[in-house]
């Protein structure tokens, strides 16, 4: 029995329409087609792309959290009320020629300060010496408070210190002072002092210092008692008989003049002193307890009274600074 070539032809393309299906060579049919068709060589034309589709433009997000900047705006409106300036305040703002002639005053001021010279250290620093919970001395004089942590322990600078002759008519005296702990020296700016144990420093001083003290002068402390030894010297021809020495420690004063007495005096006699001859007279005496400064001078008022051939007796010697010592106060 013969087959009918259409019923073959039916069979061929079912089978290949199968082998494509199953296959996946559908997908390539169009190219294997558009091969088929391409133009004669010199005939070639650019083939239709497709353009790419724009993405999605991406949501920007505010920096920080949205809570944070609602707190900036409050924080910002609260300082504005805060420091906005009421109309009181306004209206008493200066005026631009006030604040203009007021910069120009402390531009010249400034101008003439700095011309002047460097300063000098203060003279009155705060130096606290505490002992336990009692304070011993404050301002000047407490730069030479720490001292009294070791008073007792300095040694006399020097076993005497001898003073100046005094007295200008026929008897002369000078007065020494034994064992001082130290020198006080008169400066241009200040008092210079040193001590047995080799402590020096200058203490500034405000006020002039007067002649009487730009020179050494022994040093002790308030309240202390000293030795004194006062030798008169006969510089006559004729001999100074029954003498009365007399003595008397006083406030220094800067003009030299008679000082307010600090304790009583001291009387000495002397028989007599022949020509060029010397005669030694001892003491002890007080220093004054309540000294308000750092350096705190004495002076020794010293009267030598003599007999009068006319009767009576005579001053022979009236010095009010005889000699001067320094017990600072502590």
Request: hydrophobic fraction near 45%.
């Amino acid at each position: 029995m013969r087959r009918s070539p259409l019923r073959s032809l039916l069979s061929a393309a079912f089978c290949a329409a199968f082998f494509v299906s199953s296959t996946g060579a559908a997908d390539l049919a169009p190219m294997f087609a558009r091969g088929m068709m391409l133009p004669p060589p010199g005939r070639m034309a650019p083939l239709p792309m497709p353009m790419p589709k724009p993405a999605p433009e991406k949501t920007v997000k505010p920096a920080g959290e949205p809570w944070l900047v609602s707190a900036q705006i409050v924080a910002a409106w609260v300082t504005e009320r805060l420091t906005a300036l009421t109309p009181a305040e306004t209206a008493s703002l200066p005026e631009p020629e006030a604040l203009e002639a007021y910069s120009n005053a402390a531009a010249t001021e400034v101008a003439a300060l700095s011309s002047l010279s460097a300063p000098q250290p203060p003279a009155d620093r705060m130096l606290i010496s505490m002992e336990g919970r009692r304070v011993l001395a404050s301002g000047l004089s407490a730069q030479l408070a720490s001292i009294l942590q070791y008073r007792t322990e300095l040694k006399p600078l020097r076993p005497r210190f001898v003073g100046e002759w005094v007295g200008k008519g026929q008897a002369r005296a000078r007065v020494d002072y034994m064992n001082p702990v130290g020198i006080t020296r008169g400066e241009a700016k200040g008092f210079r002092v040193m001590l047995s144990d080799g402590f020096e420093r200058l203490l500034p001083n405000r006020r002039p210092i007067p002649n009487s003290l730009m020179r050494e002068l022994p040093l002790y402390f308030a309240g202390d008692s000293v030795d004194v030894e006062v030798t008169i010297l006969n510089t006559g021809s004729t001999p100074l008989t029954e003498l009365t020495v007399s003595s008397v420690q006083e406030e220094h004063t800067a003009s030299g003049d008679a000082g307010t007495p600090i304790g009583g005096p001291v009387v000495k006699s002397v028989a007599a002193i022949a020509p060029g001859a010397t005669a030694v007279l001892r003491w002890r005496i007080k220093l004054g307890s309540v000294a308000r400064e750092a350096v705190n001078f004495e002076q020794t008022h010293l009267t030598v009274l003599g007999k009068d051939p006319a009767g009576g007796q005579k001053v022979l010697l009236d010095q009010n600074q005889a000699g001067i010592v320094d017990p600072p106060a502590l």
